[in-house]
């Protein structure tokens, strides 16, 4: 196999990801790693639809909620197994994106932005009020771990679990990396770049945009799944239009468009408002900043001024 740069950029990340339990000496941070995995699978989905598609959605955590909901419910109610409600978990949300994305994707722009945050809200005013089925704000607690009593493996240790979330982004990130490579994926970037041209040559683009946007939401459920039966505990509070915005803030920031650019971002969402902790009152305003200045000043995101520097580095004679 012949090694380019960016392989070799891939291979050293994945060793990194295998390495970094066994580096960090502060449990915290193996969970927030946990929690920015979870974001990755998310950020991945929405990629598909807003880096790829161009279609800004705002409805992603609402799907992280549908996800999440629907494998503590099915768990808990119907007692099926934890691994066949993480599974059921993305095809629960695919029907919601279906009946949501179908009307929805027939307005563009800021149009369809405004329509997802619609939709967003309607789902967290459902979770929150829907008492009888979601606990409301109380919450659902006692969400099992994998692998049941009799496994051999201690889900309740966090650097077991890491390495399932990595696996299954691995996965989900290769998939996407799939799925834009193929034929969809490339009519999925015709649409964005023109999508009355699309049209013209006879491409019936709404189903093209409904397939990225189901597909969205069903990495966006699938993420919720995982996020549930790790902590256990769930409420609404986190499937609300701030975490959708984190979720498009993280495609923005790391790079729209690009199959790297969510994996970093969603790093990036999930530490950095760690570490601004040191400001507490200010913590949320500097933030605000300091994504402000990146979008403005860095439009491509952190994959874009990489790839802009090694091009330069490359350029110069030795």
Not at 176 to 195: D, H
Request: hydrophobic share 55%; net charge positive.
């Amino acid at each position: 196999m012949r090694w380019n740069g960016k392989t070799l950029l891939w291979a050293l990340a994945l060793v990194g990801f295998i390495l970094l339990p066994q580096l960090i000496t502060v449990k915290y941070y193996l969970h927030l790693s946990i929690l920015a995995l979870c974001w990755v699978i998310a950020a991945q989905g929405q990629n598909l639809i807003q880096g790829y598609t161009g279609y800004v959605s705002i409805v992603q955590a609402g799907f992280m909620g549908i996800g999440a909901y629907s494998t503590a419910l099915m768990g808990l109610h119907y007692d099926l197994p934890v691994w066949l409600t993480i599974l059921l978990a993305p095809c629960v949300t695919a029907v919601f994106a279906v009946l949501t994305g179908y009307p929805s994707l027939r307005v563009k722009g800021h149009y369809f932005a405004v329509v997802t945050l619609a939709f967003n809200l309607v789902i967290f005013i459902v979770l929150m009020n829907w008492h009888d089925l979601t606990q409301g704000e109380a919450g659902i607690t006692g969400i099992p771990k994998p692998g049941g009593k009799d496994s051999w493996l201690n889900w309740r240790d966090r650097g077991t679990y890491y390495y399932f979330v990595l696996s299954i982004a691995i996965l989900m990130t290769g998939l996407a990396a799939l799925i834009v490579r193929s034929r969809i994926g490339q009519t999925l970037i015709a649409i964005r770049q023109n999508e009355d041209l699309v049209g013209a040559i006879g491409i019936a683009a709404w189903k093209y945009k409904l397939f990225a946007f189901v597909t969205s939401a069903m990495y966006a459920g699938l993420a919720g799944a995982i996020y549930a039966h790790y902590q256990s505990f769930i409420n609404p509070e986190i499937f609300g239009v701030a975490q959708s915005l984190d979720a498009i803030l993280a495609v923005i920031i790391g790079g729209s468009g690009t199959i790297a650019g969510p994996v970093i971002g969603a790093f990036f969402v999930v530490f950095l408002p760690e570490y601004l902790r040191f400001a507490d009152s200010f913590r949320l305003i500097l933030y605000g900043l300091v994504l402000v200045l990146a979008t403005i000043f860095m439009p491509r995101g952190i994959v874009g001024v990489a790839g802009d520097l090694w091009a330069k580095v490359k350029g110069k004679p030795s």
